[in-house]
């Protein structure tokens, strides 16, 4: 419906995060802008590094994970020890291991404190765009694993403390499980 107001002239122009899909528009000769989305790191409140339990406790959370590499992600978490896994919709085809936890659609607040209460999250999808999950866990101060995919991190130097957050091998669990158990060593370092 907003193509064909664009084509009559009612719409000048979009504004997308979306990348792929500014240049995609673009291409076709359709007037479209790239904002980007950010987070300032110097204007971010300090986390306080909490207690984790001692057995980890494993987000891949939100309300977009069913579609975004899900399966890999449950598979890669099966492979922490002790490992309790949180998921919110389950995928349709997948039979769940005994440990993992399905929690229900929640209040913003009650998925927050979800959220939070989590020793990692991972939003390792091949399709992100933002990621808030990523977002919301670093303003949280939790540890997060994502695919290189995200803006949030995708520019950073290898070098960077956090570059170790992000992982190009989305589609392998042995190297995404490699990728969780290097942060939660290096995130207990730091309490």
């Known amino acids: 419906a907003a193509m064909k107001e664009y084509h009559r ?45 001692l057995t980890p406790q494993i987000g891949i959370l939100g309300s977009g994970q069913p579609w975004k590499n899900m399966e890999c992600q449950i598979l890669a978490a099966q492979r ?50 933002y990621s808030f999950l990523t977002a919301e866990s670093m303003l949280m101060g939790v540890p997060v694993l994502t695919s290189h995919l995200t803006p949030i991190l995708r520019y950073l130097d290898n070098h960077d403390l956090l570059a170790v957050c992000r992982t190009a091998w989305f589609d392998n669990p042995v190297d995404i499980a490699s990728s969780i158990k290097d942060i939660l060593i290096g995130y207990e370092r730091l309490d």
């Open 9 to 53: 002239g009612r719409i000048d122009c979009f504004v997308t995060p979306h990348e792929g899909l500014a240049h995609t528009w673009r291409g076709q000769g359709i007037r479209a802008h790239l904002i980007e989305l950010a987070v300032e790191a110097d204007r971010l409140p300090r986390p306080t590094f909490k207690h984790r339990p």
């Open 80 to 129: 922490i020890p002790n490992a309790t896994i949180h998921i919110q919709h389950p995928p349709r085809y997948m039979t769940l291991p005994s440990n993992v936890v399905v929690h229900p659609d929640r209040t913003d607040s009650a998925y927050y404190a979800l959220v939070e209460s989590m020793s990692i999250n991972l939003s390792v999808s091949m399709s992100e765009t």
